[in-house]
Structure formats: structure tokens, C-alpha cells
């Protein structure tokens, strides 16, 4: 167990449809990161977060949005949802401010677009 | 621009013999390197980092890499094979310079051992 949460583990939805995924980091960590992976595009990098304020952007694409809370969670925002959202979504945390500090990944949130 | 490379993306050994997953990256500035192990329906788990010092890093399982700075390039390898060390690798690159660099992650290399 990582000690990164995320939840719901599993999400249907329909095209054009929003969904929020969630997570929780490590207790201590500060750094939250979102990853998409699917069987075509590998793992991409899509944002990260530091104690509140965006820190890194990736390929993530305009409809998709995402924030860190005071409580340090962190919510992964997806709308106008498309066939080819469909992928594992992971969220990970690393100890405060180091780029050479390892993530800790959560167990991922699978969305199925239909 | 950063790029991290995975030429293989299956490697299949049989079990007690040598492994070697290969990783090269492209990186401005100097790099930190990981690897990162996933087994089927979990998310990924480290196994190790080269930050800096020496260039033989060792990990959690039996693993190890080697960091190489004139052929850019940070090969996972374990000595005797496990069937249980079957699963996807991942290589991951992020230049040094800032907490606030983008991690770039390689595009996996399914392990497979045969017992």
C-alpha cells in the first residue's frame, strides 16, 4: 500500500458527460501529480501540484482541469468526455519541493467512456 | 526537448538467468533518473533512483541500474530472474534544475519470465 488513495476505483460514463476523480496523497507529502495511461499513449503526465498552486503542466487537455485543496487532496475535473478519455487515471504524491524525490502512486480510477 | 526511450517493448528470459531492461533518455541539464515497476491492475511502484554519486544504484527486489552518461543511458538489470519480477517497467526522466520540471516517462517494457 503506497498510502495514496484514490477514489472511485471504477467510473461509466456516457459521452459529454463530466466526471471528478480523487485522491489523497501521502500524509506529508505536498507534491500531487495526475497521470493518464492507455494502451496507446503509454503513461502521459498531465499535471502537478504544490501545496495549493499548479507547479507543472503536461498533455492535459483543455477540458480537463484539476486542483489541490487546503487539506492537500487533490481533484482531477473531466468534461465534455470523448471515446478516448477512456484510460487508467493515477494520481501520485512525493515529499515537499524535491525533483529528485521517488512518487508514491495511487492504485488508479479506470474510466470507461461509452 | 526531454525525451526518455524504451527500444523494447517485451523482453522474455528465462528464469535464474540475467535481466536487462534498457533505458535511454535526452535531457537539458542533468537528470534525474527512476524506475518504476507495475504489476497487473496496480499503480506503479518505485524501485529505484540515480540522483547523483554513484553510478550503480541499487534497489528494492534484487534490482539494479546503471547510470551512463556518455551513452545516456539508465539499463535496468537483476542478476537471476524471478517469475514473480514478470510485469511492466517503466523508465522515468526529469531534469534536475527545478521541482517544478516535467517528468517524462518512457512507453514500458513488458517483462516476462518463463519458469
Known amino acids: 500500500d503506497s498510502g495514496v488513495t484514490q477514489t472511485p476505483k471504477h467510473l461509466i460514463t456516457a459521452t459529454g458527460q463530466r466526471v471528478t476523480l480523487r485522491c489523497s496523497p501521502r500524509?506529508?507529502?505536498?507534491?500531487v501529480y495526475w497521470y493518464q495511461q492507455s494502451l496507446d499513449q503509454g503513461l502521459q503526465f498531465l499535471i502537478q501540484?504544490?501545496?495549493?498552486?499548479?507547479?507543472a503542466k503536461g498533455n492535459i487537455l483543455e477540458r480537463f482541469s484539476a486542483q489541490q485543496f487546503p487539506d492537500l487532496h487533490s481533484e482531477l475535473n473531466l468534461s465534455s468526455l470523448e471515446l478516448g478519455d477512456s484510460a487508467l487515471y493515477f494520481c501520485?504524491?512525493?515529499?515537499?519541493?524535491?525533483?529528485?524525490?521517488?512518487?508514491?502512486f495511487g492504485p488508479g480510477t479506470r474510466l470507461t467512456v461509452l | 526537448a526531454q525525451s526518455v526511450a524504451q527500444p523494447e517493448d517485451q523482453v522474455n528470459v528465462a528464469e535464474g538467468n540475467p535481466l536487462t531492461v534498457k533505458c535511454t533518455y535526452s535531457?537539458?541539464?542533468?537528470?534525474?533518473l527512476f524506475w518504476y515497476v507495475q504489476y497487473p491492475n496496480r499503480g506503479l511502484q518505485f524501485l529505484l533512483k540515480?540522483?547523483?554519486?554513484?553510478?550503480l544504484v541499487k534497489g528494492s527486489y534484487g534490482f539494479e541500474a546503471e547510470f551512463n552518461k556518455s551513452q545516456t543511458s539508465f539499463h535496468l538489470k537483476k542478476p537471476s530472474a524471478l517469475v514473480s519480477d514478470s510485469a511492466l517497467y517503466f523508465c522515468?526522466?526529469?531534469?534536475?534544475?527545478?521541482?517544478?520540471?516535467?517528468?517524462?516517462f518512457g512507453s514500458g517494457t513488458r517483462l516476462s519470465i518463463r519458469p
Open positions: 501520485a504524491s512525493s515529499a515537499p519541493g524535491l525533483a529528485g524525490e521517488e512518487q508514491f
Open positions: 500524509s506529508g507529502d505536498l507534491s
Open positions: 501540484y504544490y501545496n495549493g498552486e499548479e507547479r
Open positions: 535531457v537539458s541539464g542533468n537528470p534525474y
Open positions: 540515480y540522483i547523483t554519486g554513484d553510478n
Open positions: 522515468a526522466v526529469r531534469p534536475d534544475y527545478s521541482s517544478a520540471s516535467k517528468i517524462i
